[in-house]
């Protein structure tokens, strides 16, 4: 099969159920479900091309060479489509993100959901949206979840066939924006990926896991319902059991900064005051603030005006993961 040239775009997504810690570390199977929004206009846009003469792949994510452990990872995902389509030329690989890396946005989600696509579709290959999905969890478990469009679940499973995301609801099922309260912008201590390893370390991962298909239960109904009010309590609670894991791990993680508290103590007293909105924390200390469309400009000023803020971004339910024929020449 002849090998060429694709270039993907992808969204980052941003979890109301988290997913925290493997049940399988080598190939990413989580200990639970999760369920996320795709978050549009933000975007990696990746070109990967096969059948040049490199001795090894290269990787350039806007446009400084990646090498080490990055430059790994990538080749490891490359390696899996390689085996998938019988190719075995190197490949070069250039990414950009139009949002700044640092920001504390996961840009693994969408950097590797991308090269999954581009990358598959180089090498000859068609695949489906699952099996695309369950390519993408072995680079990041999150990725599998930029995948799809719109809201998307992905389900635990025990295997690589079963663990895989598909979309509860398209983009435009429900207008809600995330505001992201940016707080720090330099990297973090720990990666998710290191936290993962560490989630079994605390005593309360075992309890988050086993009530973790309650709350899918009702955060998709929430969703599948646009039930605001409902989706608030459930997403609030589950970054609230993710941080106590990572807080009492061996060792702890603790992603808070000062400032990521006061948005988070702010948000409740806003919605206590009839602003519908509500927060959730990835393995950073920025806070993403979920809110109806209708009220996102009002948040964004009341986020605008807390002390730690840097800069508020904002982005409505996202698409899938696409191919787009500009491919950066
Ligand atoms: O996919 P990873 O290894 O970057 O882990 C993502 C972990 C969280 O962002 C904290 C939670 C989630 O479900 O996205």
Known sequence: MP???????SCPNIAFIKYWGNRDNARRIPANGSISMNLAGLYSHTQVAFGLTLEKDRLFLDGEAVTGAALRRASALLDRVRALAGVHE?????????????????????????LT????????????????????????GSACRSIP??????????????????????????????????????????TSQEGHLLADTSPLQAARVSSAESRL????????????EALAQVTELDSNLMHAVMLTGSPGLMYWLPATILVMRSVQGWRRGGLPACFTVDAGPNVHVICPTSEAQHVIDRLNQLDGVIQVLSAAPGEQARLVTNNLD
Do not use: M
Request: net charge neutral; charged share 15%; hydrophobic share 45%.
């Open 117 to 140: 696509l581009a990358a598959s579709r180089a090498a000859g290959l068609d695949l489906a949206e699952a099996e695309l999905s369950r390519l993408a969890r072995t680079a990041s």
């Open 3 to 9: 090998a060429g040239t694709a270039t993907a775009i």
């Open 149 to 190: 469009g719109g809201f998307v679940e992905w389900r635990a499973g025990y295997d690589h066939a079963s663990s895989y995301a598909f979309s509860i609801a398209p983009p435009e099922h429900w207008e809600l924006t995330d505001c992201i309260a940016v707080i720090s912008q330099s990297h973090k201590p720990t």
């Open 90 to 114: 190197r490949a070069l690989v250039r990414s950009y993100n139009n949002f700044p890396t640092g920001t504390g946005i996961a840009s693994s989600a969408s950097g590797f959901a991308a």
């Open 217 to 228: 239960r009702i955060c998709r109904n929430a969703i599948l319902a646009r039930d605001f």
